[in-house]
């Protein structure tokens, strides 16, 4: 597992590479916007583990795998270890709907990944799963965003149209996934 710190140098390294790839086509971009190059970073909080991360899983456009392998590992089911690829559109939409919102909070995860064998023990209790749940595709996350009502959060992705979103009122999460768009 790669350490906050060799993701913080590899990420300079990327920043590097891009600035001289720039540089290289004779692209017409001051060096000092460089800096500003569309950095995607999301914070995590897991319920269920305590865990956090913090990480930047894009800059200029291009997704950064080491950042991804991370998400997966972080996301994964909780009650298994089960890891599956997670849909990059699914933190797109997140770090999006947070931009939306003021762009500073922490995700905190009730639910992402889901193994075959935990999204049948959760139908099996009665707890409204989905049989074919986008949880299982790794296209689906259960959050809540701190220090904004899940109401607002529910609004702000529902103003995307970019998926499904679901709102649990009385246990304070939004749902949000990568399928069509709808909304319950």
Do not use: C
């Amino acid at each position: 597992m790669k350490t906050m710190s060799s993701i913080n140098r590899n990420m300079a390294n990327l920043r590097r590479i891009i600035r001289m790839a720039v540089l290289a086509t004779g692209a017409l971009l001051p060096l000092n916007s460089m800096s500003s190059l569309d950095e995607r970073k999301l914070s995590f909080y897991h319920t269920h583990t305590q865990k956090t991360l913090e990480v930047t899983y894009a800059v200029g456009g291009v997704y950064v795998e080491p950042a991804l392998d991370e998400i997966n590992n972080f996301l994964a089911d909780f009650r298994t270890g089960d890891v599956k690829v997670m849909d990059p559109e699914l933190l797109d939409i997140m770090h999006d709907v947070r931009t939306s919102l003021g762009g500073k909070g922490t995700f905190e995860i009730i639910s992402a990944y889901r193994s075959p064998e935990t999204n049948q023990m959760l139908r099996d209790a009665g707890r409204g799963v989905a049989k074919k749940s986008q949880h299982l595709l790794g296209k689906a996350i259960d959050i809540r965003l701190r220090n904004v009502a899940s109401s607002d959060l529910r609004d702000a992705a529902l103003r995307m149209k970019r998926g499904g979103v679901g709102y649990y009122a009385k246990s304070n999460f939004v749902h949000i996934d990568t399928g069509r768009v709808r909304r319950w």
